[in-house]
């Protein structure tokens, strides 16, 4: 075994690529439900607004990815910017929010793949996922590329069916019946389902947390960011009008599989078997990003003394191999623990609070070392937190609880942990 560091070894088009397998896993087949529930045909300005949100966050860790290129992301950021204390909050709410997104992301992929016991699928494809990132990231990267590819087919043929379809038939009553007031357009109905909606935008955050992994931290980090966001809004805006066009925002708010239902309800019942199958492979790539992001998180904070040494053991392949093992122990509690929507809710709640943390930091960089002006991260911040509120009280009080607790076991355990 060895303690060195990670290999340097991703390029753009693998950093971009890993960055799609979250962005365009778990949220684009799952997230469309809750979020009409709140903004209801006012669907597109919340996903406008969640992409000004992103936005503002990417240009933010753009800038401080290249400033301090090595693996952690916000975690480094908020330690090296801010305090140990900001750097602690900001790993522990990334640790929060993407295990919440590996249980999300497991729950799809049960639901598809085995809907009577959505559990026995998800547990095991957890530990496979978390074995393959113990095989190494080219590994993971070059099997991004299958299951991005397959994701974007299947969605560009969503789009068409969606567009080009006959449209919302009133005579096919609704999986349930809305309760009153669902789907109601308001302004406050547009926050709330921008913050449900940023969850799946959030995946760019693991180019960032890859930074010490990739070539020319420069160049790439900043390409990477931008075209990953760039594809992925393009992606989101096309299936949010497909779905609103052919299936209307109030059956929107209330089927739980939206782009099934939305083949099927046009006739195509073969592209609703293929939709099932990408929703399944979308969670797996999801998988594969989302727990490579939270191990190397974890090595980040081990190296600083903030978890125990030993996470941040480096093996013979060079992966964090015994932070992939506990990340993956800690998702399969989750996916038990929780459904899909709960995940959903608590991951965006906990991401949003992540980025507050690194748009704070990039106010800190000199002028010299930024690339966007400073309103955006003023924006970005004031975006963050306002969206963090306005999503539903339970999530949010879970949030609250479980970064309260994670932020002071890691403050007072530390001294006992030492370094790696």
């Not at 669907?43 to 936005?55: D, E, M, Q």
């Not at 609704?174 to 995946?203: D, I, Q």
């Not at 160049?219 to 393009?234: K, N």
């Not at 975006?383 to 999530?395: E, N």
Request: proline share 6%; hydrophobic share 55%; aromatic share 6%.
């Amino acid at each position: 075994m060895t303690s060195g560091a990670p290999l340097r070894r991703l390029g753009t088009a693998d950093a971009v690529v890993l960055g799609l397998a979250a962005m365009l896993g778990t949220g684009v087949f799952a997230v469309w439900t809750p979020a009409a529930a709140a903004a209801g045909p006012w669907l597109l300005l919340s996903v406008l607004l969640a992409a000004v949100v992103a936005t503002c966050n990417a240009a933010s860790t753009a800038d401080l990815a290249v400033a301090h290129p090595e693996s952690g992301g916000g975690y480094v950021y908020g330690h090296e910017r801010l305090s140990p204390g900001a750097g602690r909050l900001a790993g522990v709410a990334f640790v929060v929010g993407k295990l919440s997104s590996a249980a999300a992301a497991a729950g799809v992929f049960g639901g598809y793949v085995l809907p009577s016991q959505p559990l026995t699928a998800a547990i095991p494809a957890v530990v496979v996922v978390s074995v393959l990132n113990s095989a190494g990231v080219r590994w993971t990267a070059r099997g991004a590329y299958t299951l991005v590819g397959g994701t974007l087919v299947v969605l560009l043929a969503v789009v068409v069916v969606g567009l080009f379809g006959p449209g919302p038939d009133a005579s096919v009553a609704p999986a349930v019946e809305p309760p009153p007031g669902v789907g109601e357009p308001s302004v406050l109905g547009v926050l709330t389902a921008a913050g449900l909606v940023f969850f799946a935008f959030a995946g760019y955050a693991r180019i960032a947390t890859l930074a010490g992994e990739v070539v020319d931290p420069g160049r790439t980090l900043r390409r990477a960011i931008g075209l990953a966001l760039g594809i992925a809004l393009a992606t989101y805006v096309l299936v949010a009008v497909a779905l609103l066009v052919g299936l209307g925002s109030a059956r929107l708010a209330v089927e739980p599989s939206p782009l099934v239902v939305l083949v099927d309800t046009n006739g195509a019942n073969a592209l609703g078997v293929l939709v099932r199958v990408g929703a399944a492979v979308a969670a797996g790539s999801a998988l594969l990003s989302v727990l490579v992001g939270v191990s190397r998180t974890g090595v980040a904070m081990a190296r600083r003394g903030d978890l125990p040494a030993w996470l941040g053991r480096i093996g013979r392949r060079g992966t964090p191999y015994r932070a992939d093992a506990v990340g993956g122990l800690v998702a399969v509690a989750l996916t038990v623990l929780t459904g899909p929507a709960a995940a959903i809710a608590l991951s965006a709640c906990s991401v949003l609070v992540y980025y507050a943390v690194i748009n704070l930091a990039a106010l800190r960089l000199p002028a010299e070392a930024r690339r966007w002006p400073r309103w955006t991260a003023w924006l970005g911040l004031v975006l963050c937190l306002g969206l963090a509120v306005l999503l539903p009280p339970v999530p949010v009080l879970a949030t609250t609880a479980a970064l309260a607790v994670g932020w002071t076991a890691v403050t007072l355990l530390r001294p006992r942990w030492g370094r790696a």
